[in-house]
């Protein structure tokens, strides 16, 4: 056994000294040296402590891999590493661990106004950016994780739900409050227009087509000036009001009629519980809809779509609901989405977007709900995270500057988190439906990708 032991040491060191050869010679050119324009032309300047610090990085994650999460460097019969046991036992979003997140998140802002008055704002805005990924990611895991079809264009009910609300208040001068079911019907019914093409369609062509659904969305968005306003976007949306209380100075206003000093954070702070409540209600109706018939036709239909039709499923009205459930929480958050900001433009609905709400349902576990949250926080606020990477200017120098590398640290980060628990941060379910004892499913019992 010890000498098992030795040969896994060795083979790590090794595989991770290769690794950091590889990157040392990789990214000499694009790390260590760089150029930049002078009077006399291009002058060279050199960054060795970014260099090294890569290397470092690489070789010491690679090591760490090998040595504690990969099966394959193990002997047989070891058990997993232990931070592999931990992220196992992560229970679903259910019971305790719901309640629990649910009163933190309603205690967090006066937490963060209380004891960070200085960037109460800032704060706030990221936790209102992360629930409305959190609820995005929600809505697509109706489409990708319980029924199995992956849809590279999701993006679009979230245009479509911001521009019925900006259409509709533009035109019609609704309000945020009566346009939000209107945004989430039409919102579905596009979704049901989307399911009917593709009904025979699955895996690599239905995701070409769900893309060019998202693409032509937006370039109908941004060529159809006289009504959308093309690329010059809808400004002037109105935010929503507190039962007919807008949030601004003056009589009649939220501030004076409660008794409060106003300040600007209240908005935000009623943005924050707007956006909230909508993450809960997608929650509770997506929980649901698990455990109802429709929801086992879904995880049928994920599984085998032949053997679905065999059992008698109707899988036209299987798919079609899934689509139509996925883009109205799609479009409620793309209303969200445009009263928050008060401008929409089609340059907020890029492929990037899909991009973004698909990495978070892969990377949190297909058909995770707990799981989105996490790969919600970790996605959304790791990168805003990663804009204030000052201190490391005096670590590597003037010339260095953090946001350039925001995009490589954080590419470099999902990587590893597919490596080492490639089926998602929680990989455990529970059934949605039981026969005596209610058990969790763990990752080895499924294929590699699919949910549970």
Request: charged share 15%; net charge positive; glycine share 12%.
């Amino acid at each position: 056994m010890a000498v098992v032991a030795d040969n896994r040491v060795a083979d790590s060191l090794r595989d991770a000294f290769i690794a950091a050869l590889l990157v040392a010679v990789l990214g000499f050119f694009f790390l260590a040296l760089r150029t930049e324009i002078a009077p006399g032309g291009l002058a060279l300047w050199t960054r060795w402590g970014l260099w090294f610090t890569a290397i470092a990085i690489v070789f010491v994650v690679r090591l760490g891999l090998n040595l504690f999460f990969y099966k394959a460097n193990r002997p047989a019969g070891a058990g997993t590493g232990r931070a592999a046991k931990i992220a196992s036992k992560l229970p679903d979003l259910s019971g305790w661990t719901g309640t629990i997140m649910l009163i933190v998140a309603i205690v967090l802002p006066f937490i963060v106004t209380t004891f960070l008055p200085a960037q109460q704002r800032q704060f706030i805005d990221l936790m209102i950016l992360i629930l409305t990924y959190v609820m995005l990611g929600w809505g697509l895991n109706v489409v990708v994780g319980f029924a199995g079809l992956l849809d590279l264009g999701f993006v679009a009910f979230y245009a479509i739900g911001a521009y019925s609300f900006a259409l509709l208040a533009h035109y019609l001068d609704f309000s945020f409050w009566m346009a939000l079911p209107l945004a989430g019907i039409l919102a579905a019914f596009w979704g049901v227009i989307l399911g009917f093409p593709v009904l025979r369609l699955r895996g690599d062509y239905l995701a070409i087509v769900t893309l060019a659904f998202g693409e032509i969305i937006r370039v109908v968005l941004l060529n159809w000036y006289d009504f959308t306003g093309g690329p010059n976007g809808i400004s002037g949306i109105p935010k929503p009001t507190f039962f007919g209380l807008e949030f601004g100075r003056g009589e009649g206003n939220f501030a004076a009629v409660f008794g409060l000093p106003y300040s600007t954070i209240h908005r935000f702070i009623y943005l924050y519980f707007i956006i909230l409540g909508l993450a809960v209600l997608t929650f509770i109706v997506t929980n649901r809809l698990r455990r109802l018939p429709i929801g086992r036709a879904w995880e049928a239909l994920r599984e085998d779509e032949i053997a679905c039709r065999s059992l008698g499923i109707n899988t036209t009205n299987t798919k079609l609901t899934a689509f139509a459930i996925g883009a109205m929480f799609g479009g409620f958050a793309g209303a969200f989405f445009a009263t928050r900001q008060g401008f929409v433009s089609p340059e907020s609905f890029t492929f990037i977007e899909s991009a973004i709400i698909l990495a978070i349902v892969v990377l949190g576990g297909l058909g995770s709900q707990f799981g989105v949250v996490i790969a919600s926080v970790v996605m959304i606020g790791g990168m805003e995270m990663l804009r204030n990477l000052g201190f490391l200017k005096g670590m590597f120098g003037p010339d260095f500057d953090p946001v350039q590398y925001r995009m490589l640290i954080f590419g470099l980060a999902m990587v590893l988190i597919m490596v080492w628990k490639p089926r998602g941060l929680v990989t455990t379910r529970e059934p949605s439906a039981v026969l005596k004892e209610k058990k969790k499913i763990g990752a080895d019992l499924v294929a590699q990708g699919e949910g549970h």
